[in-house]
């Protein structure tokens, strides 16, 4: 027979109060085993493809909309519309744009091309097309925090969207084994030779053949030599880069499989102590030629200080570090940079040691700038919080704290960047407010970025003299 309902509810007591064991074991399935975790997995993974696609043309391909007259002259480029409609009549070889009269569409390789006929045509004292000092290398810019859930992802792409609509090419590398950057970007990953896991593999590969080849001078055996390193030699950085449904963002991504890398790299450091393994992604965007290829290259982390995080942040020239302004976010921030102070000063000590031993100059870490940036704020409520954030962590701070709109989580569901969803789809004021909470972290970003290169400009010159 059946026992009647806890008395909880009708005492009014709070609902884990006179919860009945026996009926709770009612409740329960069978004790899990391990391949219930694999079904769960497989479920899961339907799951993701299936929501992926939501920003998909219905052919399975996911495509960047078309831009309106209007967006084109009020972000995109310092022109009014009857200005650009009179430039357009006077010049037919120009992209026209789709639609009839004033409503005209234009993709964004269009806008690149408008770009640079006003850089050549237009007026002088306007900025048509983006700076970049000729000459001087890419920015690297990681985003990283090892606490999950901060906005690393979103904040990495709708940088690189940003950098994009601003007229510059960007290289994203997916640094991260959730593989959420390669989704937003449309782009599949088959298995880890398509990661950065094949360049990591690479540099190492390098240096044992280096030190293989001294061991054989040396009357030494040499080290194993194994399949994985043999094909690792074979790959070329830029066979691994993707294209996008982006005109000008390419992706090295990532899946499941480059977890292993965390597990591979330790045992590589162990055979050989004189591989600099955190040196190995900055050797491959070298060897790769990306610094010259890519005026941007943005970096999205794992949620932990691993081998992988390590590696970016040695290839890193800006720093940039996602936060929400809640104590506990503060205070993980405030650990994340005290791990990387304990791990790269660790770093530097030990290489340093055997410098100084072989009377070389030392070595140490530097970046041009770091900030940290406040994501998903609501001023209504988290105002106080986020200026004493601000106190305690002063210049490393953006001054914008980027908010929380109906418009971002709205592309968090269909798997896009908030520039990459149809402003027909809001009231245009709403619109124009969520577009504003990243064009500004854009501006912030952006203003550190150039200030980096004028000053490396300035330093090049400096030592021309």
């Not at 983006?130 to 690297?140: F, M, Q, S, T």
Request: aromatic residues 10%.
């Amino acid at each position: 027979m059946a026992k009647p309902p806890p008395p909880s509810a009708k005492a009014g007591l709070p609902p884990y109060y006179n919860i009945d064991p026996e009926r709770a074991a009612a409740k329960l399935a069978q004790p899990i085993d391990t391949a219930r975790f694999a079904k769960a997995a497989t479920f899961a993974a339907r799951g993701r493809d299936d929501l992926a696609r939501r920003g998909y043309a219905p052919d399975g391909q996911k495509r960047l909309r078309k831009f309106s007259t209007w967006e084109v002259c009020k972000y995109l480029l310092p022109v009014n519309s009857a200005h650009l409609r009179r430039v357009l009549r006077q010049n037919p070889d120009l992209p026209q744009g789709e639609g009839e009269a004033g409503s005209k569409w234009f993709t964004l390789d269009d806008v690149l091309i408008l770009r640079d006929h006003f850089a050549k045509e237009g007026a002088k004292d306007r900025e048509y097309k983006a700076w970049r000092p000729e000459g001087l290398p890419a920015k690297v810019v990681a985003v990283a925090n090892f606490k999950g859930g901060v906005g690393k992802t979103s904040t990495a792409a709708h940088l690189a969207m940003s950098a994009a609509l601003d007229g510059y090419r960007v290289l994203v590398i997916d640094l991260d084994s959730q593989g959420s950057m390669t989704s937003i970007m449309g782009c599949q990953i088959e298995d880890e030779w398509e990661t950065v896991f094949p360049l990591i593999a690479r540099d190492y590969a390098l240096r044992l053949q280096e030190e293989n080849h001294i061991r054989a001078a040396q009357g030494l055996t040499p080290h194993p030599f194994d399949e994985t390193l043999a094909e690792a030699l074979k790959v070329s950085p830029r066979n691994l880069v993707k294209r996008t449904h982006w005109p000008n963002i390419d992706l090295i991504g990532a899946q499941l499989n480059l977890y292993w890398a965390e597990f591979q790299v330790p045992v590589w450091r162990m055979q050989l102590r004189s591989w600099a393994l955190w040196d190995a992604l900055t050797n491959a965007l070298q060897e790769g030629g990306f610094l010259d290829d890519y005026d941007i290259i943005l970096l999205d982390t794992p949620p932990a200080l691993g081998y992988l995080t390590i590696n970016a942040l040695a290839a890193a020239d800006i720093l940039l570090v996602p936060l929400g302004a809640s104590f506990l976010e503060f205070d993980s921030t405030g650990r994340f940079f005290d791990m990387i102070y304990s791990t790269f000063a660790s770093i530097e000590e030990g290489e340093n040691r055997n410098r100084r031993a072989d009377g070389l100059p030392e070595m140490r870490f530097e970046w041009d700038a770091v900030r940290a940036l406040v994501t998903r704020f609501d001023p209504a409520q988290q105002t106080d919080l986020g200026n004493i954030i601000q106190a305690y962590f002063g210049d490393f701070m953006t001054t914008y704290r980027q908010e929380m709109t109906v418009m971002v989580g709205q592309a968090g569901e269909q798997v896009s960047g908030i520039y990459e969803i149809d402003y027909r789809d809001f009231n245009r004021d709403t619109y124009v407010r969520g577009r504003e909470t990243f064009d500004r972290t854009w501006a912030e970003v952006k203003e550190v970025i150039l200030g980096t290169w004028w000053r490396d400009q300035q330093m090049a010159r400096a030592q021309k003299e």
